[in-house]
């Protein structure tokens, strides 16, 4: 409890400081903001705070104490699960064992009565009991005793798997416009991390947004700007698609969709002097309130002559509209983009804006053509072939604990006893875990119902 008080600790103070591999940017306005906080912070690693030493080595011993634990509680379980299956078999040891409890019968009370009388009272504790020649008998099966051992050898999978999902695990944010397929290769990210056991050669899959709702209505609630996401094969074909928003992810074996931002997109054509397409790209533009036009690109787009050396540079915005609160977050009415060309210096040589279907000459010759403005949709994809692992462990682990909290653990046999002078119902009980009911309330039910000293009633 106490490593796990700290780890929690630790996880909500890192909640409110910037983690290095989220922003860099966030990271050193934090860092400007706080002075006082720097020593602390840089000596514990609260910027990489589940990286840190401190934060691995609290991980690390709670996954020592919990395997310890789970393995003294899997002798104990093998111990009782064995106890179990004798009594089940035949009363094993606790049958041939001292009785834990004597009650004197009522004089002239007999054995089949006092039998009858014994089951109907340990019924109302909630002990039901199978008659098994002249005893009662209550065992509880083998498998009960084991939840315990199961939830903790639960947990110690799932701390290890977390441990090791960083080494298989790829992350990173793709922007995809509308009817752009993307493939699943490193090129086609803006930010990646990759784990070094990670195979992109045994991922053949591509990324295409199908259509964008600007304000999609789901159960009558506004989700905002939301992407439909496809995942298709090499061949085209469909292998998962859905509308993506918070809470209502895509996903795909152990692929994660999550949708994150949006902006607008540009497809443009390139051809050669003599009119024939060279080639088509797609530039993504982000909304920009500080541009003049309202958007500005992802990235510049490189003209290079025959030779491989820049000859140009292109610089792409969409002109939006406006209101007097600003640039609107939408594609124009008139759908439109403006083209800059720079020489390979950086020096301006022409700036048009133009729409669909029209064409800016090079000066090198060839051309430019805008084929459409529409949105693209920036969406996290977390490949992690842990989570099933973690989802399969935890529903294991709530099985175990379910079992551990619910299912009773014991052993209760009771048998008429005679000598010479009084007959007597001899119990034997073994009470590991029982809800119902308790050791003394047996007693004193047992005695109260069946007992001499109680009289006949």
Do not use: K
Request: with cysteine.
């Amino acid at each position: 409890m106490g490593l796990l008080l700290l780890m929690g600790a630790w996880t909500i103070a890192a909640s409110f400081i910037p983690q290095n591999a989220a922003s860099a940017e966030a990271v050193a306005a934090w860092r400007a903001a706080n002075p006082g906080l720097l020593q602390v912070v840089d000596t514990l690693g609260l910027h990489d705070a589940f990286a840190s030493i401190p934060y691995v080595a609290l991980g690390v011993f709670l996954a020592l104490c919990t395997a310890v634990c789970a393995w003294q509680r899997t002798g104990v379980a093998r111990r009782r699960a064995r106890t179990l299956r004798d009594a089940t078999a035949g009363a094993g040891a606790v049958g041939a064992s001292s009785p834990d409890l004597e009650v004197a019968l009522v004089p002239g009370l007999s054995e089949e009565r006092a039998l009858q009388v014994a089951a109907d009272t340990l019924r109302h504790l909630g002990v039901p009991t199978v008659r098994r020649g002249q005893a009662l008998v209550s065992v509880s099966p083998w498998w009960s005793v084991w939840g315990t051992a199961v939830f903790h050898w639960a947990l110690v999978a799932i701390i290890v798997t977390i441990a090791l999902a960083g080494l298989v695990r790829a992350e990173g944010q793709m922007g995809v416009a509308v009817g752009q397929s993307r493939p699943d290769q490193p090129e086609s990210y803006g930010q990646l991390t990759a784990g070094p056991w990670y195979r992109w050669e045994s991922v053949e899959r591509f990324i295409r947004v199908d259509d964008f709702d600007l304000d999609y209505q789901a159960g009558g609630v506004s989700r905002g700007p939301t992407p439909t996401v496809s995942v298709v094969d090499a061949d085209g074909e469909v292998l998962a698609s859905r509308i993506v928003y918070p809470n209502h992810i895509l996903r795909y074996g152990a692929l994660s969709i999550y949708p994150v931002d949006y902006g607008l997109s540009a497809v443009i054509a390139m051809f050669d002097s003599s009119g024939a397409e060279m080639g088509r790209t797609v530039q993504l533009l982000d909304f920009d309130g500080m541009s003049p036009d309202g958007t500005s690109p992802v990235s510049e787009i490189g003209l290079y002559g025959s030779d491989g050396q820049v000859l140009n540079r292109l610089i792409v915005s969409v002109p939006l509209d406006s209101a007097e609160e600003g640039f609107l977050g939408r594609v124009p009415e008139v759908r439109r983009a403006r083209f800059i060309i720079l020489g390979a210096d950086g020096s301006p040589i022409s700036d048009e804006v133009i729409e669909p279907g029209q064409r800016v000459e090079l000066p090198a010759g060839g051309a430019l053509e805008l084929l459409g403005v529409d949105y693209y949709a920036r969406l996290q994809l977390v490949d992690d072939p842990s989570i099933p692992l973690l989802y399969a462990a935890g529903v294991i682990a709530m099985i175990g604990l379910g079992i551990a909290t619910l299912a009773r653990q014991m052993i209760i046999t009771a048998q008429v006893e005679r000598d010479a002078d009084q007959s007597r119902l001899a119990v034997r009980m073994r009470l590991w875990r029982i809800h119902s009911t308790s050791r003394s309330e047996i007693e004193d039910e047992l005695r109260r119902a069946l007992g001499a000293a109680e009289g006949s009633a």
